[in-house]
């Protein structure tokens, strides 16, 4: 099982930016399938933010213009540049880990085999 842990979370007032990490810390796994970013607010479902592998990157609608993922392999780390937030942005965000490529499901959480435990982003009007 391998262990992932998002920070960078907190509390910020809309137009300002936060930046978001992911690392499994003391793993030996390599993240060469797809990675994620979903986010879920309270009382909606999860949804997919963005997700980035060799293929290139993708994102949500409503990441488009705002957001960047990013990963650095000798760091193991994944990040989210979050910029211009939104109150509408606010909820817990999660980084995913799967063994696969991200293909055509890349916002599909069944595709993703490992999950952080999340960190929170609260964005205030």
């Known amino acids: 099982q391998v262990q992932m842990v998002e920070s960078g979370g907190g509390s910020v007032q809309a137009g300002g930016s936060l930046r978001l990490s992911c690392a499994a810390p003391?793993?030996?796994?390599?993240?060469?399938?797809?990675m994620g970013w979903f986010r879920q607010a309270p009382g909606k479902e999860r949804e997919v933010v963005a997700a980035?592998?060799?293929?290139?990157?993708r994102y949500a609608d409503s990441a488009k213009g705002r957001f960047t993922i990013s990963k650095d392999d000798t760091k193991n780390t994944l990040y989210l540049q979050m910029t211009g937030l939104k109150p509408e942005d606010t909820a817990m965000y999660y980084c995913?880990?799967?063994?696969?490529?991200?293909?055509?499901?890349?916002?599909?959480?069944?595709?993703?085999?490992?999950w952080g435990t999340g960190t929170q982003v609260t964005v205030s009007s």
């Open positions: 995913a880990s799967a063994l696969g490529t991200c293909g055509g499901r890349w916002s599909d959480h069944s595709l993703y085999n490992y």
């Open positions: 980035i592998d060799n293929a290139g990157r």
């Open positions: 003391g793993s030996t796994y390599r993240w060469y399938g797809c």
